[in-house]
């Protein structure tokens, strides 16, 4: 595609519940991220994939967040038993390689009821 | 540890004049910086790139210096528009290679 493009836009989902956040990032793109962004506040970074190895899982904000990236390409953000404080903006964003600008999907809105 | 700082929370500026924001950071050797418009709702945008061995940067009306001794990158838009009221973000990558922000500083032009 164009750009990177990330699923579901928004998502609720009653407490407890697992979520899934699909981003499908720019063909060639071997670098890519997660983050998460509360309104109002910076961009919290969650986890870092170059190819589909992830380098720095430092991010993630405890057990219960896991991520996985298959052919380079495609990644997904798992949230299990969610929790009202992982309602965020969780955005993805793909850059070339390493030292290049990263490119933003429009992230998807979680709210946890 | 290491970190990122944008000192102003926000910054409200007359249309024409030029907007000066500043980027800080602690315990790194970066070797490029990145500066990033958000806008409500929306991704991050990338502006400029600019590495360590350039002093500084130009894109039109944004200029970007970057001191490595100072550890310290300045973002200038000269001739403020209303339509540049935004968020601005800095970012630098780590060791690790993940690329980390800045909380961002929130610019707002009026006419």
């Given amino acids: 595609g164009a750009g990177v493009s990330q699923s579901p836009s928004n998502k ?7 979520v899934e956040l699909r981003c499908d990032p720019i063909s060639g793109h071997t670098a890519l991220y997660w983050y998460r962004q509360s309104l109002g506040q910076g961009l919290e970074f969650l986890i870092y ?11 993630l904000p405890s057990d219960r967040f896991s991520a996985e990236r298959t052919g380079g390409s495609v990644s997904t953000l798992t949230i299990q038993r969610t929790q009202q404080e992982d309602s965020a903006v969780y955005l993805c964003a793909s850059s070339p390689d390493r030292n290049t600008e990263a490119f933003f999907g429009q992230g998807t809105r979680l709210t946890v009821v | 540890s290491q970190k ?3 000192n102003s929370e926000a910054l409200n500026i007359q249309e024409g004049k030029t907007a000066t924001l500043t980027c800080n950071y602690t315990n790194y050797s970066p070797a490029y910086l990145q500066w990033y418009r958000q806008d409500p709702g929306r991704g991050p945008v990338f502006l400029l790139l600019i590495r360590e061995n350039e002093k500084e940067k130009r894109k039109e009306r944004l200029k970007v210096t970057f001191d490595t001794t100072l550890k310290q990158s300045l973002f200038h838009i000269t001739a403020s528009q209303p339509a540049d009221s935004a968020t601005y973000l800095c970012a630098l990558e780590r060791s690790q290679g ?3 922000f800045g909380k961002g500083t929130k610019l707002s032009v009026k006419p």
């Fill in chain 1, 49 to 59: 994939f170059q190819g589909n190895s992830a380098p720095d899982k430092s991010g």
């Fill in chain 1, 12 to 18: 609720v989902t009653e407490k407890g519940k697992d």
């Fill in chain 2, 98 to 100: 993940n690329l980390i």
């Fill in chain 2, 4 to 6: 990122i700082e944008q």
